[in-house]
């Protein structure tokens, strides 16, 4: 396979699409990143790594980080994570306060704020200094000790993001939040606000695509169980109300960030990672879905 080619070619396709996204401007420092950046990298399982365009170029990762937090919190709890969060789609926006008060406070799914709220507030339970343990995850799975968390993003996002809030003390008000809202809140914005290249997350986001195991240490970090759970999650929850439609086009589990990134794998092929800060109504980047459409379509790889 000659990805060298392909993400060449996909990069050439997709340059008229750069522009016509919106940048997520509702936070304040992620609206001035300029819409015409894109890259691409996959990492195989075999150990190549193939990149374009910006791919180096380091990018706030958003909710991408979610697929990290929910693994520590698979690590550390297992199937029980789940009495305290579903594994539906959600069919609404990724920040509704709507279905949680018909739910008594349970997220329809990880991946959603709500959700990802619960998924930290566990995780914190276990390591009161999560910050720390996030990015000490996030280095060992890219295998870059440069990896860092913008402040000024998080900084940005906790004076912007009243919803987030909203959802942590509603929460909270059903008991399903055990620690204090504020340091939870305060741990979301951070990991929402990693700084990681598409090299970074597709070296990151490899063990979801070799069943569990970290392939340049080794080292198994999750089961095969709960790999599959995390992929099955990806392809059904990973990118807010429009996983039907990416699903129909991409054909690969993924989850996306309002910073521009999506983050996909193919099962004991490759990890993929799009970055394009334009983004669609969905909240997923324009011309990054576009690309991993192409990219399924012409290396004939998908999961179906």
Known sequence: MNYTEILQQICNDVQPLLKKGRVANYIPELAAISPAKFGMAVQTTEGGLFKVGDAAEVFSIQSVSKLFTLTLALRLEGRRIWDRISREPSGTAFNSL???????????????????????????????????????????LADNEAIESD???ALSEKT???????????????????????????????????????IDLARAGLFLANGGVLPWSGERLLTASQT????????????????????????????????????????????????????????????????LELFTTLTGLSIF
């Open 160 to 198: 912007t993001t009243y919803r987030n809030s909203a959802l942590a003390y509603f929460i909270k008000s059903f008991g399903n939040l055990h620690n204090d809202a504020e340091a939870v809140l305060d741990a979301y914005y951070y990991h929402c606000a990693l700084a990681m290249s598409c």
């Open 98 to 140: 709507v279905q949680l008060e018909y739910e008594n406070g349970i997220p329809r799914n990880p991946f959603i704020n709500a959700g990802a709220l619960v998924v930290d507030d566990i995780v914190m339970s276990h390591h009161p200094d999560m910050r720390q343990t996030i990015l000490n995850f996030v280095r060992r």
């Open 228 to 291: 599959k759970y995390i992929n099955s999650l990806m392809l059904t929850c990973g990118t807010y109300d429009a996983v039907g439609d990416f699903a129909y086009r991409v054909g690969l589990p993924g989850k996306s960030g309002v910073g521009g990134g999506i983050l996909a794998v193919m099962p004991r092929k490759f990890s993929v990672c799009v970055w394009s800060p334009g983004l669609n109504e969905s909240g997923n980047s324009l011309a990054g879905t576009k690309a």
């Open 151 to 153: 402040d000024a993003v």
